[in-house]
């Protein structure tokens, strides 16, 4: 991998560029959201939970659209957001390295402007996919570059209706904010947690592990290892634990083969990022079930990575049986056999559970999901879709009874559960500015609807003169 620190400085003359391009377009638009305070603070126009990439690019996008009381708040560590550098395990992105991603529609923000301003066109053609750390390197950059501020080391505990047009968002560093809207930028899990299917807790937490976990891949050295799943994570996690030195690496697969066919970047298109909202709910399930259905196959890449390990074993048609703790091992039995491991890592994706949200406490029975309203046409039920929240055209939650919680309107779900009311632009990288654009838009109709008053008052009051009176000569 290339080391930053070594690299050409050629950063300076990107972001000049960069400067440039935003003042061509007069951005950020000048602030024009009347100030309010509480209890004699300033009241955030927005909060963003999250600094990740789609916290970033919310955040940028409603700056740019001239929204300045922007807090953008993350429990991580400066330079931790995000999965990039916790848990997150593949070597390279899955994305084409020529997306634009984030970069808002300004060629100067994006990654390839960023990699060819330090290594040159020549490094970036040469490169196969953006390396997973260079990916956060870039991250890291553009947070600065867009002059986003992010308060880390903050966690939420809690969002409550504050009245008047306000919500109170209670964290555990910052104290109190008051806030007209809130984004929850929080990512895959954003709206509950992994997911371990009930047969995991068979298992003390000594012998089992999340792929989201924070796991030390270099104490699995000499043990025997199994990993549940066949998707990109579980790739990932086996690739890991087998370069970490395990004596053993088996693989657990339901299917009796690997998907192959990726199915919805194959209909990849502008049509599909901003046509997917417009369909009617009976197309939005077809599409989204159908992916589910035939499943999304791990890269090629993160194969390969395992399997050249002559250590690494595949076991297709291997439902669990049963698992069991058994002279302080994990015994795993399959329909093929059982095994004794060491360590079983459960690659079993995530789910929408409140429960695990208590930031959301106040606002849990109240939020409309799909399950309450839509009725799947027979034979295509999917449990995973019916937890979808049913989400409002700028992302917002939905009441469950109309009239029950108004406030909810004020909370926007921009994280990845919104996929199937918006399609894929809240969670990963090829959309992601279109869904910060809309998101923005939203919140910023929003702002301005509910301060018409106000602003038909300036109106009013404004008079500064266009005409000093003396354009036409007097006779």
Known sequence: MLDAASAPTGLAALEARLREDLLLLEWPAKPWVPPRERDGRPVADVVVIGAGMCGLVAAAALRLLGVERVRVLDRAPEGEEGPWVTFARMETLRSPKTLAGPALGLPALTFRAWFEAQWGRAAFDAMGKIPRVMWMDYLRWYRRAM???????????????????????????????????????????????????????????????????????????????????????????????VEAGCAELHMFVRRAALPRVNAFTGIGSQGVVHGFHGLPDEWKWRFLDHVIRVQTPPPRESVLRVSKHPNARLHLSSPIVSLEQRGGVAVLTTPKGSFELDLVIFATGFRVDLAQRPEL?????????????????????????????????????????PGACPALSRIHCFNYPATLSHGKLSGDIPAVSEGAWRLAQGIVRHLFTEDAATHFAALQAFDTPELKGDEWPTT
């Open 147 to 241: 002059g986003v501020a992010v308060e880390n080391g903050v966690a939420v505990t809690g969002i409550a209706d504050a009245g008047e047009g306000l919500l109170r968002v209670e964290t555990d560093r910052a104290g109190v904010i008051h806030a007209r809207r809130v984004v929850l930028a929080t990512g895959r899990d954003g709206l509950g947690g992994p997911h371990l299917p009930e047969v995991a807790f068979n298992l003390p937490p000594a012998l089992r592990a999340h792929s989201k976990d924070r796991i030390e891949f270099a104490s699995l050295k000499g043990k025997r290892v199994g990993v549940i799943g066949a998707g990109a994570s579980a790739f990932d996690n086996a690739g890991e634990a």
């Open 361 to 401: 406490a106040a606002f849990a029975p109240h939020i409309r999901f799909w399950r309450d309203r839509f009725i799947p046409p027979a034979g295509l039920e999917n449990g995973e879709l019916a937890d979808s929240p049913d989400l409002a055209p700028d992302f917002a939650f939905q009441e469950r009874t």
